[in-house]
């Protein structure tokens, strides 16, 4: 813990001629001290000076004072009229210019000033602490902290985050003495983060810049250029090909809800039930429609959203006592790796159906996304299931319901445990629902941007929706906005001449100008081989993330006898430990102390019961990513041992 001197004169502050941070800045710059700017008294230093303390403060840094030389141009005036009560101005003599001057008299009459400077540095430093030391107490009094039983979470277990740089927090620690130590963001915080250092400083200079030229602007019946830079970037990316509207909001959970009221829409234009509808009474309703969805989906925590997933831990009594379940959910079979073989995972419903081995072992991930798996003996089965299942809806019933979309997230699931979900059967899922007419949504608040290592899970699965979600990665994780693409066929079921038929649903928000403004570098960034070093391109021209977990670690880690499956793609490596029944699902405590080991090894994850999993960002090395897994590996070996001698005393 200390301080640090930045000294900034008029046209030489700290950066090169490229306009990258110095080698000594940047080594520096991951701590956040706080720091005493030695501004310009000179010609021109005012605005110098202003420059570099509002440099400063862009990528993060407090700055307690600011100190110049006088040069007779009382340039501190203007500083301090400027600056107001931010920070201090101080101003010192002039500097003998006499290469013979022992400076006695000069440090004489500068000694005001530096003991100023010496009591205003410890008063910062001395309140740093404190709030510091005091953070964990405090936060367990005034937070209610999301998916987080408070009773399990004394002080002691509360992470004390002061500043974030890259993948990387920087942690407060208490123990025996105060130190910064760094963890690796291995949970990318809730699955938002993305950008490297860089990216950050980038996102934070042009946010600033949206939010000094437009502040929050009203979106309906208005354009302007971050919005629309952000939208032709989505059409043009995760939406080409088959999306043509854009749909702003502000998080993924609303951005489902959008996508249902849109699918509905289109069901009930297309199967003869809007006409009906409006030529009576617009506010009434005369079926109930429903999803198509998979068992241990997970689509937001708004009551639409949580209606659109199949029961589960979150959607209990205890959690929504209205949930009723307005779907018709699937068990769908799953892929893993265990023992180095990648196997699929066939619910019960399939347990009777002959099939061969090369049905359902792979000896390589990619051949899971094959094409040619289409003609294979599962895709009929997969097929005629769902259309099975789909028949019970195919007229109207007593209860007059229907299927009215098909949701999903394509590839995997994430908050259910992260599963991967065998793409041969979702894509027979949305074969079949285009037969029968049903619009297609999938859920990329998770998977879009890079996250799989594509920029769009629809190229693995090798189909497009009708409308997609996406969130998250999209603005690089560095602030809510979200998005929902649909095509002309989409958008066409709510045109019309009544207002009642437009889509009555908006965000104070919507398309705000700094969310599209970094939305429009992330998604320009994560793209461009020259930022991300990780993007390659295949014969095809096919963009993709060059594989970023080590095959081998990988093979090893699933072939550890605390492990029951392995799941690896893009920026993700998630493995489930084998445990008891009653020590698996959400609510398990199993994995804790495994969870405390690694945390205390810089790397901090945060498990979904007794699944831990560790996320990079699109730009993170292979080599970064080959730590972490290592790491693992290592106290993975030292929670067996303890769980070992447990189970033997």
Same mark, same amino acid.
């Given at each position: 813990?200390?301080? /640090?001197?930045?000294?900034?004169?008029?046209?030489?502050?700290?950066?090169?001629?490229?306009?990258?941070?110095?080698?000594?800045?940047?080594?520096?710059?991951?701590?956040?001290?706080?720091?005493?700017?030695?501004?310009?008294?000179?010609?021109?230093?005012?605005?110098?000076?202003?420059?570099?303390?509002?440099?400063? =403060?862009?990528?993060?840094?407090?700055?307690?004072?600011? /100190?110049?030389?006088?040069?007779?141009?009382?340039?501190?005036?203007?500083?301090?009229?400027?600056?107001?009560?931010?920070?201090?101005?101080?101003?010192?003599?002039?500097?003998?210019?006499?290469?013979?001057?022992?400076?006695?008299?000069?440090?004489?009459?500068?000694?005001?000033?530096?003991?100023?400077?010496?009591?205003?540095?410890?008063?910062?430093?001395?309140?740093?602490?404190?709030?510091?030391?005091?953070?964990?107490?405090?936060?367990?009094?005034?937070?209610w902290w999301p998916f987080t039983q408070h009773k399990l979470v004394?002080?002691?277990?509360?992470?004390?985050?002061?500043?974030?740089?890259?993948?990387?927090?920087?942690?407060?620690?208490?123990?025996?003495?105060?130190?910064?130590?760094?963890?690796?963001?291995?949970?990318?915080?809730?699955?938002?983060?993305?950008?490297?250092?860089?990216?950050?400083?980038?996102?934070?200079?042009d946010m600033g810049y949206a939010a000094a030229r437009f502040g929050?602007?009203?979106?309906?019946?208005? /354009?302007?250029?971050?919005?629309?830079?952000?939208?032709?970037?989505?059409?043009?990316? /995760?939406?080409?090909?088959?999306?043509?509207?854009?749909?702003? +909001?502000?998080?993924?959970?609303?951005?489902?809800?959008?996508?249902?009221?849109? %699918?509905?829409?289109?069901? +009930? +234009?297309?199967?003869?039930?809007?006409?009906?509808?409006?030529?009576?009474?617009?506010?009434?309703?005369?079926?109930?429609?429903?999803?198509?969805?998979?068992?241990?989906?997970?689509?937001?925590?708004?009551?639409?959203?949580?209606?659109?997933?199949?029961?589960?831990?979150?959607?209990?009594?205890?959690?929504?006592?209205?949930?009723?379940?307005?779907?018709?959910?699937?068990?769908?079979?799953?892929?893993?790796?265990?023992?180095?073989?990648?196997?699929?995972?066939?619910?019960?419903?399939?347990?009777?159906?002959?099939?061969?081995?090369?049905?359902?072992?792979?000896?390589?991930?990619?051949?899971?996304?094959?094409?040619?798996?289409?003609?294979?003996?599962?895709?009929?089965?997969?097929?005629?299931?769902? +259309?099975?299942?789909?028949?019970?809806?195919?007229?109207?019933?007593?209860?007059?319901?229907?299927?009215?979309?098909?949701?999903?997230?394509?590839?995997?699931?994430?908050?259910?445990?992260?599963?991967?979900?065998?793409?041969?059967?979702?894509?027979?899922?949305?074969?079949?629902?285009?037969?029968?007419?049903?619009?297609?949504?999938?859920?990329?608040?998770?998977?879009?941007?890079?996250?799989?290592?594509?920029?769009?899970?629809?190229?693995?699965?090798?189909?497009?929706?009708?409308?997609?979600?996406? *969130?998250?990665?999209?603005?690089?994780?560095?602030?809510?906005?979200?998005?929902?693409?649909?095509?002309?066929?989409?958008?066409? #079921?709510?045109?019309?001449? #009544?207002?009642?038929?437009?889509?009555?649903?908006?965000?104070?928000?919507?398309?705000?100008?700094?969310?599209?403004?970094?939305?429009?570098?992330?998604?320009?960034?994560?793209?461009?081989?020259?930022?991300?070093?990780?993007?390659?391109?295949?014969?095809?021209?096919?963009?993709?993330?060059?594989?970023?977990?080590? *095959?081998?670690?990988?093979?090893?880690?699933?072939?550890?006898?605390?492990?029951?499956?392995?799941?690896?793609?893009?920026?993700?490596?998630?493995?489930?430990?084998?445990?008891?029944?009653?020590?698996?699902?959400?609510?398990?405590?199993? %994995?804790?102390?495994?969870?405390?080991?690694?945390?205390?090894?810089?790397?901090?994850?945060?498990?979904?019961?007794?699944?831990?999993?560790?996320?990079?960002?699109?730009?993170? #090395?292979?080599?970064?990513?080959?730590?972490?897994?290592?790491?693992?590996?290592? =106290?993975?070996?030292?929670?067996?041992?303890?769980?070992?001698?447990?189970?033997?005393?």
């Amino acid at each position: 813990m200390g301080f /640090v001197w930045w000294r900034l004169p008029v046209g030489l502050p700290v950066l090169d001629p490229l306009g990258r941070f110095n080698v000594i800045f940047i080594g520096i710059w991951p701590l956040r001290f706080p720091g005493v700017l030695v501004g310009d008294g000179r010609l021109g230093g005012i605005s110098g000076t202003i420059s570099a303390y509002e440099s400063l =403060k862009l990528r993060g840094y407090d700055v307690v004072a600011i /100190v110049i030389e006088d040069h007779g141009l009382i340039n501190e005036i203007p500083l301090k009229s400027y600056l107001r009560s931010r920070v201090p101005v101080f101003v010192l003599p002039p500097i003998p210019q006499d290469p013979s001057n022992d400076l006695m008299e000069w440090f004489d009459e500068s000694c005001n000033v530096f003991n100023s400077l010496k009591d205003i540095m410890l008063e910062a430093y001395l309140e740093r602490m404190r709030r510091l030391n005091e953070m964990p107490r405090k936060a367990g009094d005034v937070f209610w902290w999301p998916f987080t039983q408070h009773k399990l979470v004394p002080p002691s277990a509360v992470t004390v985050i002061d500043s974030r740089y890259g993948e990387n927090f920087s942690v407060y620690k208490v123990q025996n003495k105060e130190y910064i130590t760094q963890q690796f963001d291995a949970c990318a915080s809730w699955w938002t983060q993305g950008p490297d250092a860089t990216l950050q400083t980038e996102l934070a200079r042009d946010m600033g810049y949206a939010a000094a030229r437009f502040g929050h602007v009203m979106f309906p019946e208005n /354009v302007y250029e971050p919005a629309l830079e952000c939208a032709e970037l989505l059409l043009d990316g /995760v939406g080409k090909g088959w999306a043509t509207r854009v749909y702003f +909001s502000d998080n993924g959970s609303t951005a489902i809800e959008i996508a249902l009221k849109m %699918a509905f829409r289109k069901f +009930s +234009s297309d199967h003869g039930i809007l006409p009906e509808l409006l030529k009576n009474n617009p506010t009434e309703s005369c079926i109930e429609l429903m999803v198509l969805a998979l068992k241990g989906s997970y689509h937001g925590d708004t009551l639409g959203a949580m209606e659109a997933q199949a029961p589960s831990s979150f959607t209990g009594f205890l959690q929504q006592p209205w949930y009723t379940g307005r779907g018709l959910f699937l068990d769908p079979p799953t892929v893993f790796m265990h023992n180095g073989k990648w196997t699929v995972s066939l619910p019960e419903v399939f347990h009777s159906a002959t099939l061969k081995p090369e049905d359902t072992t792979f000896r390589a991930r990619d051949e899971i996304f094959l094409k040619s798996r289409d003609e294979s003996n599962l895709a009929g089965l997969y097929s005629l299931y769902v +259309s099975q299942q789909l028949s019970q809806y195919s007229t109207l019933s007593e209860t007059n319901k229907q299927i009215g979309a098909l949701i999903m997230e394509p590839i995997i699931q994430g908050a259910g445990g992260m599963h991967m979900v065998d793409p041969l059967f979702q894509r027979m899922l949305v074969n079949e629902c285009r037969h029968c007419r049903i619009p297609v949504i999938f859920d990329e608040v998770f998977t879009g941007f890079w996250r799989l290592g594509v920029e769009s899970a629809a190229e693995l699965l090798g189909c497009v929706p009708d409308m997609a979600c996406f *969130a998250k990665l999209m603005t690089g994780g560095i602030i809510p906005l979200a998005a929902t693409m649909a095509t002309d066929a989409i958008f066409d #079921s709510f045109t019309g001449d #009544s207002k009642l038929k437009a889509l009555l649903h908006g965000h104070s928000y919507s398309a705000h100008a700094m969310g599209c403004t970094a939305a429009a570098k992330s998604i320009k960034w994560f793209k461009d081989p020259y930022t991300n070093l990780n993007i390659t391109s295949e014969k095809s021209q096919k963009m993709l993330l060059r594989e970023l977990w080590d *095959a081998e670690l990988v093979q090893q880690i699933s072939s550890h006898p605390s492990v029951s499956r392995v799941v690896t793609l893009g920026t993700l490596f998630a493995l489930e430990l084998q445990a008891d029944e009653s020590d698996a699902g959400y609510a398990s405590l199993y %994995a804790r102390s495994l969870v405390q080991m690694l945390r205390e090894d810089g790397i901090y994850t945060r498990p979904l019961g007794n699944v831990i999993y560790v996320m990079c960002g699109p730009c993170t #090395s292979p080599k970064m990513c080959t730590l972490q897994l290592l790491k693992l590996y290592t =106290k993975l070996e030292e929670f067996t041992l303890v769980k070992t001698k447990m189970n033997i005393n």
